[in-house]
């Protein structure tokens, strides 16, 4: 079953201004990461947060994670059109029978910068 | 580097018909995956590999197979479609030994696939 859900599941904003959308997950993780996808197209890694880290940076995007709430905030600052795309949060869906750790992806946040 | 290269990127089948699901990557991963993407469902794991000869299922593995013969590619087979398995179909590979959160995962342009 999935362990993160995204919030909210659609956002229009216009361009310039800031996207935020949320993950909620449900049993504790070692990481979480973020990843975008075009129309069309597979996922693209976005960024890594380790489960002891509270606030990560990468150009016009910042991640926060609140291991207590259990939930993870992805904000793209300063929009542009080129952003519009599905944005999913993934984490660990718990060991597989080798011993290494399976991804689990939300449902994800469709994201529409209006020009 | 090509990366991570499926083929077809479309297919239609009808019920009951067999096919592969071709999947390659040149970053000479040892962890491969195969996922489908259904609307409101976001992706679920269908099969996995850790390395050739090695695999696993995944959260929905029936009415699928896999094997991986060599690192490079890990074909996804249809065995007898359903409208079920209408789907898009992503495979990845990972950038470590692991497929979980501490390694980048790699996917491919997706195959879209409607059975009938």
């Known amino acids: 079953s999935q362990q993160g859900e995204e919030d909210p599941q659609a956002l229009s904003i216009q361009e310039g201004e800031n996207a935020t959308m949320n993950c909620s997950y449900k049993?504790?993780?070692?990481?979480l990461q973020w990843y975008r996808q075009n129309s069309g197209r597979g996922l693209v890694h976005l960024i890594l947060i380790r489960s002891n880290e509270r606030e990560k940076h990468s150009g016009r995007l910042r991640v926060t994670l609140d291991t207590s709430k259990k939930s993870s905030s992805l904000l793209i600052t300063a929009s542009r059109a080129a952003d519009t795309a599905s944005y999913f949060c993934a984490t660990d869906a718990g060991p597989t029978n080798f011993g290494n750790e399976k991804l689990t992806f939300g449902t994800g946040t469709r994201l529409t910068i209006i020009p | 580097n090509a990366g991570v290269t499926q083929t077809p990127k479309f297919q239609v089948l009808k019920t009951g018909q067999s096919m592969t699901l071709q999947c390659a990557q040149d970053m000479n991963h040892e962890y491969m995956s195969w996922y489908r993407q259904d609307p409101g469902m976001g992706l679920r794991l269908i099969h996995y590999s850790v390395g050739a000869g090695i695999t696993d299922q995944g959260e929905v593995p029936n009415g699928y197979n896999v094997s991986r013969s060599t690192t490079e590619d890990f074909p996804l087979r249809l065995l007898s479609a359903a409208p079920s398995q209408t789907s898009v179909y992503f495979c990845?590979?990972?950038?470590?030994?692991?497929?979980?959160?501490?390694?980048?995962?790699?996917f491919g342009p997706g195959t879209r696939l409607t059975v009938l």
């Open positions: 990845a590979s990972s950038s470590g030994t692991s497929g979980g959160s501490t390694d980048t995962q790699y």
């Open positions: 049993t504790s993780i070692n990481n």
